[in-house]
């Protein structure tokens, strides 16, 4: 079914302070430098889709289970419970941990599940109606730092909304505190893996060594497409490996998102037309977990991430085989070392703040795939799908999803300005074509 032709109405009640079930300290928590990157002063959402289970019993209701078990989640993620105080006699913001609770609203839509389709990629029909904002809460400092809808369908499903203060947690600590909550829903006395804040193993070092170029944060002016809009491309497996098959035999073992990545890169500077000698870039953003356990250990679930830069001209990215793109894409993300994560730190501790450059020519990549967002299993089974709910005119992401069809695979969601949009859809289906 297609998103245009489909609209429901939802019904949703006051949203209400959740705070943990328990006392938990009243403290300042002191935030980490790479929290503070230009990429984390910002609200960011997610929606999670689930179908009805008649084994949770008649009337089970998923609102009333997540508020219950958020709450003694917030017992061990007692920070989530705060609010960001602005930091005051140049010193940086902290968490004050007030115990004051996050925002759930629980509400109504007169819509079924299977009714979406595969219209549940994004632009998703009505998203702005399955996460509604409350007044007073889209601030960064002195708000609620996590604000959840639940959405009871027709069905028995529910969708549920999620909205992340970034400055506190990335994805992946956000998807461990909804895991930790997940895991009480179904009975569990505490959660498997415990947080850890240490917020000082991303600190600066004093003094400041920084030992790379870190060219995502050269200063070019900044874009703001006119007239954009938001789609979502979704490749099979069969057209990842057809993909593969195009380039020579020794690379025939980089991984799916080397591949990927490349193709979006070049189809979207194809699309937008450039000055062949303009300078572009694409920025992986790279997580620090499992790869850089000394300053990311288990369960810490600050920011840990940076996103190291593949740079080439336009005429260059375009007019070369994918192999080309693909073997910039592999180097850049190799670099993402401790020594990087930590000479990222000690950029923004010298800058004051750091913002990642949003040219024209740039674009920014989150792998979603790796972190098991469909895993996170409330007592109804695991998600049907978990999206982002945008994108800027930089920012692409990559998640699974499986269609109507039960074909398997990756979508990748991206802005563009809406004729550029229509030419990266060319572009991608000439690349595929190809294959």
């Known amino acids: 079914m297609a998103a245009e032709w489909l609209s429901f109405t939802v019904r949703r009640r006051e949203a209400v302070l959740v705070a943990p079930a328990e006392p938990t300290p009243h403290e300042f928590k002191e935030l980490a430098d790479v929290d503070f990157q230009g990429t984390t002063r910002l609200q960011i959402s997610g929606i999670w889709f689930y179908r009805g ?71 998703i029909p009505c998203s702005e109606q399955l996460l509604q904002n409350v007044d007073g809460s889209e601030g960064l400092y002195d708000t609620p730092l996590l604000l959840i809808q639940v959405t009871r369908l027709r069905c028995g499903g529910f969708a549920m909304g999620v909205r992340l203060n970034h400055i506190l947690s990335d994805a992946a600590g956000l998807l461990q505190l909804l895991k930790a909550t997940a895991e009480l829903a179904r009975g569990a006395p505490r959660p498997t893996l415990l947080p850890v804040w240490q917020r000082y193993l991303l600190q600066a070092r004093d003094p400041p060594q920084v030992s790379y170029a870190h060219r995502e944060y050269d200063e070019e002016e900044p874009v703001k497409f006119e007239d954009s809009v938001l789609r979502s491309f979704f490749l099979r497996r069969e057209d990842l490996r057809a993909l593969k098959s195009r380039l020579p035999g020794d690379m025939q073992k980089i991984t799916s998102f080397d591949l990927l990545t490349a193709c979006v890169w070049r189809c979207r500077i194809a699309a937008l037309r450039l000055d062949p000698a303009q300078r572009v870039r694409a920025m992986a953003i790279v997580t620090g977990r499992g790869r850089c356990s000394a300053v990311v250990p288990p369960g810490y679930y600050g920011n840990s991430f940076a996103h190291p830069v593949a740079l080439s001209t336009a005429g260059e990215l375009c007019g070369n085989p994918l192999a080309y793109a693909v073997q910039l894409i592999s180097k850049a993300k190799s670099e993402m070392t401790t020594e990087y994560l930590r000479s990222t730190a000690d950029l923004i501790a010298v800058k004051g703040s750091a913002t990642y450059t949003s040219s024209i020519g740039s674009m920014i990549v989150s792998d979603l795939r790796q972190l098991g967002l469909r895993e996170l299993n409330f007592g109804w089974g695991d998600a049907v799908l978990s999206t982002p709910m945008h994108a800027d005119e930089v920012a692409h992401f990559y998640f699974h999803y499986t269609n109507t069809k039960g074909e398997e695979g990756v979508v990748v969601m991206l802005r563009l300005p809406a004729p550029a949009m229509e030419r990266f859809a060319e572009e991608m289906g000439t690349m595929m074509k190809d294959c």
């Open 53 to 123: 289970n008649m084994g949770m019993g008649v009337g089970a209701d998923p609102a009333r289970v997540i508020k219950e078990a958020l709450s003694k989640a917030l017992v061990f993620y007692y920070p989530f419970a705060g609010r960001i105080r602005g930091g005051v006699d140049g010193r940086r913001p902290v968490v004050e941990c007030t115990g004051e609770g996050v925002l759930l609203a629980e509400a109504d839509a007169d819509i079924r599940l299977d009714q979406f389709g595969d219209a549940l990629l994004p632009p």
